[in-house]
Nanobody, 122 residues
Framework: QVQLVESGGGSVQAGGSLTVSCAVS????????MGWFRQAPGKEREWIAT???????IYADSVKGRFTISQDNGKNTLYLQMNSLKPEDTAIYYC????????????????WGQGTQVTVSS
């Protein structure tokens, strides 16, 4: 059974930094794509960044240069380091993983965590 559990959310002032983590278990694909998404109140879920088993990384323009996605060598933990945070980054942050394959398709993420709240105050 695949499980993704996020942690590390919290409150921070604008300009600050925060790192959220995602503990992954039961995920045995050797070729894969994992990513981070977020959803702010009243808004649709937004894709933030993806990383695949080949090490290819893509960021949304809204976070490029401020956020960094990474994972440990065993893909057991996915990280999102967030710097220069802005109030508009306030959202619930979700990690997700696909059902195998290096291609990162936004509609291909079949496994999701429960989310962790990040609040940025001005």
């Amino acid at each position: 059974q695949v499980q993704l559990v996020e942690s590390g959310g919290g409150s921070v002032q604008a300009g600050g930094s925060l790192t959220v983590s995602c503990a992954v278990s039961g995920y045995t694909y050797s070729n894969y794509c994992m990513g981070w998404f977020r959803q702010a109140p009243g808004k649709e879920r937004e894709w933030i960044a993806t990383i695949n088993s080949a090490g290819s990384i893509i960021y949304a323009d809204s976070v490029k240069g401020r956020f960094t996605i990474s994972q440990d060598n065993g893909k057991n933990t996915l990280y999102l380091q967030m710097n220069s945070l802005k109030p508009e980054d306030t959202a619930i942050y979700y990690c997700a993983a696909n059902r195998g394959g290096r291609l990162c398709l936004l509609n291909g993420f079949g496994y999701w965590g429960q989310g962790t709240q990040v609040t940025v105050s001005s």
